[in-house]
């Protein structure tokens, strides 16, 4: 059984369904892409599977436990991280504030801060600086660390690359794969830039308008050319 | 189609409503003042005051957007005006109370500038702090404000023209009910004018509505000044029937009393105002009553409606926030679509 | 310049209490965005409480302790139990709630204590010191209010910048949904911020009793002057909260000097316009409020 498991899960905002029936699963180690046109439903997917918004349908399981439903923060207490839409860095603490924010909840078993830095040298060049300071790379790098401080099964990343300049989005895009491999996490990516999703991930999964119209290896939806075309704009 | 048209306003339909209303009220309150003994005529005097002041503040609160705690202070500026000017001066009754018009709105301009900076919480505290200290100024000049006791004036003397007896109490009641037939026909008609409108734009969206063309600052000044004088007439009514203007009458309890009633009432509502100022008036009344069936002792019902007021506040922000008026307009909506089902939405 | 002096060292000691209810308000307003107008209430009802304690007791100190426990327990109740229903939502809604629960604590207080002003004692003498001959107007229950504030700004200094709890409070009235996202109870840190609240606010109520008796309207004067004093510091500053608590006190202590002691609360009133208009986030906030 996946780490992640998403089934038949639906979303309504009043009569709007943004989301109509999606199933998908994530396997630990590995990338999965949800990829899409703006409006297709993948940030309304992530915020309700880390329990920000409700669902009208559906089941969402993290190993094995049922989730949808319980509370945001004992969801994070259950092994999953989300990593939002706009990095979600608190501007008004410091750097090393915001990261030991991300594993206080672990205590003792949290990752130590040391790790953070090697990770991302930057990071440890301002970490008494206000998270305000910090460029667009800076702080997904910033957000990214805080998810890992407290040793996540499960990390939804939505829009990583949004505001960044191609190279350093790049770096993060690499970044993340090494650690999906590395941590064994299971990674469930929300992406606009589909080609340079689907050049890290191991799967991936088309939207649109709410429903899934493509669910295959990474390599399979980058080679099929209409695919492509249609929904994902190269 | 038709029922479409029916609802674009016309421009002179709100003045001959509002005129229509005005008289319809005015016979109303004049054929009940006839029955009523010494004491009710009284509490409708008292009543018609807070409508006065009232009608304002709730188009300031619940029209505008804009909160204030001040509005005693600004009743006690109209009342000792009145009580300066008729006690000292012997100035007549009706200019004595348009000067306490005149010189609230002036107060209320320099309120209101200082008003439109402000919001929410900020915009609270600064009327609250006004709402406090004003009165304290009676304190300082007790030689022109008579401190502590306050002044006094002799009572308005009804014109020899209706008889040596007509009693004094429905006299004070008919001046303090055509003040507030004026604050009537004037509210109401500006609620549904191009200038309420405008306080609506301001209040749901300051940005859009200057991306319209207004100037918020200036509408929300408006609003306020108006509400002010309503107030300063309410506070000169009140003088004449109390036939006293004194600092106690105008401590923060008052402020806080009269939102209760417009947040009862229904904001924005002047038929909201009617309903806030009926509980204001009858209220004291109904708990002393309860209080006196209950044997309870003084200390207790001499503070059940001010606990009263603050159960109201509280219940209606959480449950019922649109007041007596708004839960009668869901009333008066549903009978309607029983007797008219599919005819479309409700009415406003 | 005697009268300066002593007017400066008054200004100074009632400054403290001052700037007592603007850290409760500040907390407040940190932990959840609103303003609570009810602080002057709540605080109130504790030192009635106290005062009830003393008076079976005898012991001032268990009073002063009941109060302190009164008002944790007050605060968490407070928010828990009411103000979690409006958190969040358009500001008008908490304000006109806060207001309620205003003139619903002084009713009951009426109700249970009666509305004449009572007495309240002191924590230590209030006789002033003797130096070089003069009685200066500044006692050793001064000296104590003082301290009160050091220790009370200080602690929270402690907590808030050097612990996990104060992170985790931080982060929670920062970024309450981000907070949530990182295992963080937002709901508890917000109780804890008002009980935290409240606990202040029952200290200035202690501390300022002697002076202005205990009764449901005595300390409504207060509540504003506090609330002018968080403006005047930044409603987001601990430390603008005493500073322009302590500022204010001298402010208001020179104006009842030299004026009368009438004019004080429109002074205030005066001080407060000209910060909103002059410069709305206060001396020492760092938040960028487009208006206020």
Known sequence: MALLEIERLTIDYGPVRAVDGVTLAVEEGSVTAVLGANGAGKTSLLRTISGLERASGGRVQLDGQDILGVAVEDIARHGLAHVPEGRGV?????????????????????????????????????????????SGGERQMLSIGRALMARPRVLLLDEPSLGLAPLVSAQIMQLISSLATARKLAVL?????????????DRGVVLNLGRVVADDAAQALAADEGLRQAYLGF | ???????????HSSLVR???????????????????????????????????????????????????????ALMAVGAYTVALLIGDERWALVPALLAAVVVTTLVGVLVGAA??????????????????????LADKYTSLLGGENGLVINPPTPPSGLGANFPLERWEAWIACAGALVVLFTMNNLVHSGVGRSFRAVRDDEIAASLCGLHVGRVQTVAFVVSAACAGLGGGLLAVVLQLASPGAFAL????????????????????????????????????????????????SANLPLAIYGLVLILAMLVWPSGIQGAVRVAVSRIRERHAPGAGESSP | ??????????????????????????????????????????????????????????????????????????????????????????PLNAVIVALGLLILLQALAGMIWGNTPRSFPPAFSIRGYDVGGTRVLFSPNNTFTVLVVVVVAAGLAVLFRGTALGLKMRAAAFQPEVARMLGVRVGRMFTLGWALAALVGSLAGLLVAPEVFVGPNQFDPILIF??????????????????????????????????????????????????LMIRPRGLFSSVQERRV
């Open chain 1, 90 to 134: 608190i501007a008004e603490l410091s750097t090393e504030e915001n990261l030991r924010l991300g594993g206080l909840w672990r205590g003792a078993g949290a990752a130590p801060l040391s790790d953070m830095y090697e990770l991302f040298p930057p990071l440890r060049e301002r970490r008494t600086q206000l998270a305000a300071s910090l």
């Open chain 1, 189 to 201: 990516l929300v992406e606009q830039n589909a080609r340079s999703a689907l050049s890290i991930a």
């Open chain 2, 1 to 11: 189609m038709s029922a479409l048209a029916a609802r674009i306003p016309r421009p």
């Open chain 2, 18 to 72: 509002s005129l229509g209303l005005v008289v319809l009220a005015g016979a109303v309150l004049l054929i009940a003042s006839e029955a009523l003994g010494a004491y009710d005529e009284l509490q409708l005097a008292n009543g018609a005051y807070y409508f006065a002041v009232l009608a304002g503040l709730t188009v300031l609160i619940g029209l505008s957007g804009q909160i204030s705690l001040g509005h005693g």
């Open chain 2, 115 to 136: 008003a439109t900076r402000l919001r929410g919480p900020y915009l609270a505290g600064a009327t609250l702090a006004f709402a406090v200290g004003l009165p304290a």
């Open chain 2, 253 to 300: 309890q008052l402020s806080l009393s009269l939102l209760t009633a417009v947040v009862l009432g229904g904001l924005g509502s002047i038929l909201g105002a009617v309903w806030g100022a009926a509980v204001l008036v009858l209220l004291p009344g109904w708990t002393n009553d309860i209080a006196h069936s209950f044997s309870l002792s003084t200390q207790v």
């Open chain 3, 1 to 90: 310049m005697t009268r300066f002096i002593d007017l400066t060292l008054n200004g100074i000691s009632t400054g403290a209490i001052y700037a007592l209810v603007a850290l409760a308000l500040v907390l407040t307003w940190r932990a959840t965005r609103i303003v609570n107008f009810a602080q002057g209430g709540m605080l109130m009802i504790t030192t009635f409480i106290a005062s009830s304690t003393i008076a079976s007791s005898g012991s001032y100190w268990l009073g002063f302790a009941v109060a302190l426990v009164c008002g944790l327990v007050l605060g968490a109740v407070v928010e828990r139990g009411l103000m979690r229903r409006v958190e969040g939502g358009p």
């Open chain 3, 226 to 275: 506090g609330f002018t004093a968080a403006v005047l510091g930044g409603l987001d500053s601990p430390v603008g909260a005493v500073v322009g608590g302590v500022v204010l006190g001298l402010a208001l202590s020179y104006v009842s000097g030299y004026e009368g002691s009438s004019l004080v609360t429109l002074a205030a009133l005066v001080i407060l316009i000209a910060v």
